[in-house]
């Protein structure tokens, strides 16, 4: 039997998938939150999930560990995009990659002076494109999460991070100073399964194409 597999992650992408592959008749047989499997089976022998690290399903994909994989645009920046179709935007797990710094840091005089500002974030191949197309000199940090604590204690000046109601950013006294872009979540899909394996993947891009064109615009 000719199988597909689909690398996720869990937490928010995984809950806001669920709806996408219940309109292509794919339930899993499990939950990633309270099991430790890290491969899912569902209703469908010839379908199963991945449970990975959000920044590792690119990878996963790109070398066909997996068919397709669901990913954020900020994740599929860093990664680079090798290998990878990117057919939809599922437009879900949506967030905006911002620079946020402390409340009282004047960062429009900092840039207008030309300061080196010290920026942490795990994002630093966009932070450096977004810095550069601005003429905005930065040292950047390379953190790997609780970005919002390395302004607080003198580790930076600011940081690139994502943010969705804003509530992280307030309870530690940090401000919005630009969007560089707005996120959401896309299919990925390796190239050579995309023809190899069309029978099984097309079909299941379709259905998920037609799911997002019959939900409005949220
Ligand atoms: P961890 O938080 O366990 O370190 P992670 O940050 O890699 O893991 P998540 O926080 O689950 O993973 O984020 C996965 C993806 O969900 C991100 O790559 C991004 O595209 C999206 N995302 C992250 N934060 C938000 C948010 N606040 N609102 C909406 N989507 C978000
Ligand atoms: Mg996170």
Do not use: W
């Amino acid at each position: 039997m000719e199988r597909i597999t689909l690398a996720l992650s869990k937490g928010r992408i995984f809950t806001e998938t669920l709806p996408l592959l219940a309109a292509a008749g794919i339930v899993p047989q499990d939950d990633p939150e309270t099991s430790r499997r890290l491969i899912l089976e569902t209703n469908r022998p010839e379908v199963r999930l991945l449970i990975v690290r959000a920044t590792d399903v690119p990878t996963y994909v790109q070398y066909g560990a997996a068919d397709l994989g669901i990913a954020g645009r900020d994740v599929l920046l860093e990664h680079g995009g090798q290998g990878l179709y990117q057919p939809l935007d599922l437009r879900i797990a949506r967030c905006r990659l911002c620079v946020a710094v402390p409340e009282g840091f004047d960062y429009g005089a900092a840039v207008q002076l030309g300061s080196r500002i010290r920026v942490a974030t795990k994002y630093l191949k966009t932070a450096k494109a977004h810095f550069a197309a601005k003429g905005v000199h930065v040292d950047l940090i390379k953190l790997y999460g609780s970005m919002e604590l390395a302004p607080l204690v003198g580790l930076a000046d600011a940081i690139v991070d994502l943010v969705s109601s804003g509530n992280t950013l307030r309870a530690n006294h940090l401000v919005e100073v630009e969007e560089i872009m707005s996120i959401s979540s896309r299919l990925i899909v390796n190239q050579a399964a995309l023809k190899l394996k069309r029978t099984l993947v097309q079909p299941l891009i379709d259905t998920f194409a037609e799911t997002l064109h019959d939900q409005p615009d949220a």
